[in-house]
């Protein structure tokens, strides 16, 4: 059996939620991905996460501006997270009840990696071939 920790990507691109939204896309240019992990600010807190649809939905179509916006002003806080030990079937479960296509893998509220749709369904396809 899969779990998260095996499907998952350790190597997590993270932003500071005070970044401007600005950054936030050069950052997600540079890095060639479509979201990154909002930081948590102290050891109680939550991590965020931020996608192009946040940003899109905050830019054009609210009329927001990239300059000016902080990336905490437009990130989905907290940000939704599977243990690492929870098997993939479970992962895959939450993401279709909860219509998301990114979770945080978490171990003791510690980010150690990211988790998408496609990871799941690239693990898939090699079980199938």
Do not use: W
Request: charged residues 25%; hydrophobic residues 45%; contains cysteine.
């Amino acid at each position: 059996m899969k779990l998260a920790k095996d499907v998952m990507k350790a190597d997590v691109v993270c932003i500071s939620p005070f970044a401007k939204l600005r950054e936030a896309l050069s950052v997600m240019r540079d890095k060639g991905v479509k979201s990154l992990v909002v930081e948590k600010q102290s050891e109680h807190d939550a991590y965020g996460l931020i996608t192009y649809t946040n940003i899109l939905k905050t830019v054009i179509a609210e009329d927001g501006d990239i300059d000016l916006l902080n990336v905490f002003d437009v990130c989905i806080k907290p940000a939704l997270g599977v243990g690492e030990g929870l098997a993939v079937r479970h992962v895959a479960n939450i993401m279709v009840n909860h219509h998301v296509k990114r979770l945080l893998v978490l171990n003791d509220n510690n980010l150690v990696g990211f988790i998408t749709m496609n990871d799941i369904v690239d693990e898939l396809m090699k079980d199938v071939g």
